[in-house]
């Protein structure tokens, strides 16, 4: 089912794998989002075989993009979030390329993925330059951007700001854990981009994950001097950024 001016993206997560064709003139999905339950326990070779049913499912025959919570180089994966232990180590491009018959895959980080799809379709679109986006969940990732390339695997959400790591200070899920308020959460995040923001500089931060959805209650307390927007593609993002990768031949 490959078509000019289509790709096929598939986003890899701890409770779901989805995956769409995407038209990239627009990065809308050709068609209704499938989703596969990721197995438990998430082995390599278990998310391998789900993917391959997504794919088959879809219909589709060409190359593929995949991302992975994952830190990926050249194609391997370095670090495991939310998915087995077992992917640390494991070559994700050989092990996908050779599940699905030898076609050509590519595979990167999913915040990464989402960085590429809000820099070119949503929520950054209109800014030219760098643009950092930023996923409030249960810790912290990030994408980097400039003038719409990828500076992959940032993972900002480690670095020590403040003498504590970005995460550990303003994750969602610090919010949930400690109770605070809306108003006490965003001076957490305030302190972190304001930190960032010395360091890259960005024309705009974009914030995704799913407290995004609640950006009027949190954004407008912020107090650092660049501006923040919240992500618009929501859970599509990982979908559109990996048939984004696949198309541009991006391999970290």
Do not use: C
């Not at 030898?102 to 595979?107: A, I, L, S």
């Not at 990464?112 to 986006?133: H, Q, T």
């Amino acid at each position: 089912m490959s078509a000019r001016g289509h790709a096929f993206g598939i986003d890899i997560g701890g409770s779901g794998v989805k995956g769409a064709a995407v038209d990239l003139a627009t990065g809308a999905l050709v068609h209704e989002r499938i989703k596969i339950l990721t197995p438990h326990p998430s082995t390599p070779r278990a998310v391998a075989d789900a993917v391959t049913e997504l794919v088959a499912k879809a219909g589709w025959d060409g190359p593929v993009g995949i991302t992975l919570p994952s830190v990926v180089l050249e194609g391997v994966a370095q670090t495991a979030a939310n998915i087995d232990k077992a992917w640390i180590g494991t070559d994700a491009r050989a092990l996908f390329s050779e599940a699905l018959d030898g076609r050509t895959v590519t595979v990167l980080n999913d915040a990464d993925a989402a960085g590429l799809a809000e820099d070119r379709y949503g929520a950054a679109k209109e800014f030219e330059g760098m643009v950092l986006l930023l996923t409030f969940g249960t810790g912290i990732g990030s994408a980097l951007l400039f003038h719409g390339t990828l500076v992959p695997n940032t993972e900002l959400g480690h670095l020590e700001i403040g003498g504590m790591e970005t995460e550990h200070r303003a994750a969602a899920s610090i919010k949930d854990r400690d109770g605070l308020t809306y108003e006490q959460w965003a001076a957490q995040v305030s302190i972190v981009l304001a930190g960032l923001e010395n360091l890259f500089w960005p024309k705009v931060f974009v914030a995704g994950g799913g407290i995004s959805r609640d950006a009027e209650q949190w954004i407008p307390l912020l107090t650092n001097r660049t501006p923040v927007i919240p992500a618009r593609l929501e859970n599509t993002a990982g979908i559109v950024g990996a048939a984004m990768a696949i198309d541009a031949g991006i391999a970290p």
